[in-house]
């Protein structure tokens, strides 16, 4: 993997000091095309960035090329066209301070922002946020006062030309930190020998790991040679840029993360969560039914259509628990202690899906969480239910919701049967990382579900391993990238065998009324 290098348009575009030969003109990247630069970071710095022009080739060449380009086609072309932004305006007017200096006759005025960076400190959240949307190196943000109210007016792409004299420090130290190269020095860093994207949504109020955990681990990463890159559903088209994929937010299967793991793996990277992990695990129609074939213990469970809610419900006598297959968070299960709420509740899920699972209820003060990496156990944890509430998350009317609290668990202290439950049923599954939720009762232990994509957030279900879950995970992806680059794994590397598991406590009777209340 090659360092990173600059294109411009014209050679004397780049007035500064160049003491390590990576500013280039497009007329000799378009000749380097025999694929020996590949991997590269490419900042893209050409004047015509409209479509079809210099700056949009320049992009679309890196990218067709694997390289990591900033900006990306799809940022042009987003740039391209204000009515193509507009609906991102009122996200960045939320975090506009107004001016206090300027005098009331003055109705508009613009900002530069480099690489995420800009000379008043008023504008620094704005103008990250502006970066992190549009990837744009370097532009131009108008702003105009209408009604006495300020907001964004126009963003345009500008080009080295464009940056005054009296902005030089400020563009190179934000082209230093992006490229985390010092251009005007001769030491450099090392390259990474692995790029790893982490599919995140910023936005997301119930993230699978939070924004300060992801950056931890990247931290961590670098002293691995790793270098991570945040990225969202925006970035599907340079995905291929990087070497390997990891998921940091709720799959499912219609939905842009499973596109994202469908490309990753077309491509040969190395991805978690993978397509058949994402598939298998969103519908819980697909974990029962695997389950109960496989003879592992779940609360009895019934699948239910329109055809089957009347005659279920006429031999209804216990608690029960309503899913919608796809659900996640806790979100679209219900529980039925009547015949007349199950009825109810069953016919409003019916709605959404064609099949709905019924289960036993069982009550217990925490669930057990068992992390499962490469079919071996990572961490452990108690998912303990809200006050008063009979599950770890209560969502309510008005969007919002309540955690109960996570308790981190030694692996030699959680019961074996929880483990090796938990292990062989993530097995079933695949070799990536999942999450496994069971229930320890006085009949046994029932596994509840397999999720694909399980929290883990610093000082929660690395309370007790700390580091070395970031480590095994960020192993996993080297190992996996190495191995499909023809070289050998490091021995020991655990692979992913299906292991049977006999308990007593398998679904035998999947026709019948639920009939036992924990």
């Given at each position: ?351 959404q899906s064609e099949i709905i699972l019924v289960q036993e209820f069982m009550y217990t003060p925490f669930d057990w969480r068992i992390g499962v990496l490469a079919g071996e156990p990572l961490f452990a944890a108690r998912y303990f239910m809200c006050d008063a509430h009979w599950q770890i998350m209560q969502h309510g009317a008005d969007g919002s919701h309540v955690e109960g609290r996570t308790q981190a668990v030694p692996l030699d202290r959680v019961p074996a049967a929880v483990r090796d439950t938990a292990v062989a049923a993530a097995r079933l599954i695949g070799d990536g990382f999942y999450g496994v939720d069971l ?80």
């Open positions: 993997m090659s360092g990173p290098i600059i294109i411009v348009e014209k050679r004397a575009d780049f007035r500064w000091d160049d003491p390590h030969n990576r500013v280039i003109t497009f007329e000799d990247y378009l000749k380097s095309g025999d694929g020996a630069g590949r991997r590269r970071k490419v900042v893209n710095l050409c004047r015509d960035t409209a479509y079809l022009g210099v700056g949009y080739y320049c992009s679309l060449l890196a990218e067709a090329r694997g390289e990591r380009v900033t900006p990306g086609l799809d940022d042009l072309l987003e740039l391209g066209r204000k009515r193509h932004y507009a609906h991102r305006i009122g996200e960045l007017n939320r975090l506009l301070e107004a001016p206090v200096d300027l005098p009331r006759s003055i109705g508009s005025f613009a900002v530069h922002v480099y690489f995420g960076r800009v000379e008043d400190a008023g504008f620094a959240r704005l103008a990250l946020r502006a970066f992190e949307l549009f990837r744009c190196p370097l532009m131009e943000i108008a702003f105009e006062r209408v009604d006495g109210i300020w907001s964004v007016s126009a963003i345009r792409p500008l080009d080295p030309r464009d940056v005054p004299p009296e902005r030089d420090r400020l563009f190179l130290d934000a082209l230093d930190a992006y490229t985390h190269r010092l251009w005007r020095r001769a030491r450099s860093a090392p390259a990474a020998r692995l790029d790893l994207a982490i599919l995140h949504d910023p936005d997301d109020p119930m993230p699978p790991s939070r924004r300060e955990t992801l950056q931890h681990m990247g931290r961590i990463a670098e002293t691995m040679g790793i270098a991570t890159h945040l990225i969202t559903r925006r970035d599907l088209a340079r995905l291929t840029q990087f070497d390997a994929l990891f998921i940091r937010e709720t799959t499912a299967v219609p939905h842009h993360t499973f596109r994202f793991a469908k490309k990753a793996e077309r491509a040969g990277m190395p991805v978690i969560d993978d397509p058949a992990s994402i598939l298998r695990c969103t519908n819980k129609v697909f974990l029962a039914e695997l389950l109960r074939g496989h003879g592992l213990p779940t609360p009895r469970t019934q699948l239910l259509t329109k055809a089957t809610v009347a005659p279920f419900a006429e031999r209804f006598d216990q608690p029960a628990v309503l899913k919608i297959p796809d659900g996640s968070f806790s979100q679209g299960v219900k529980r039925a202690a009547g015949a007349d709420e199950f009825t109810a509740i069953a016919q409003d899920m019916l709605r229930k320890e009762t006085d009949a046994g232990v029932f596994i509840i579900e397999i999720n694909d994509n399980p929290n883990l957030d610093r000082g929660m279900e690395d309370g007790v391993a700390g580091d070395a879950v970031y480590l095994a995970l960020l192993q996993r992806f080297m190992t996996l990238f190495e191995q499909r680059a023809g070289r050998e794994p490091p021995a020991g590397q655990p692979t992913a065998t299906i292991r049977p598991l006999h308990s007593a406590n398998v679904l035998t009777m999947p026709t019948l009324a639920l009939g036992r209340q924990r």
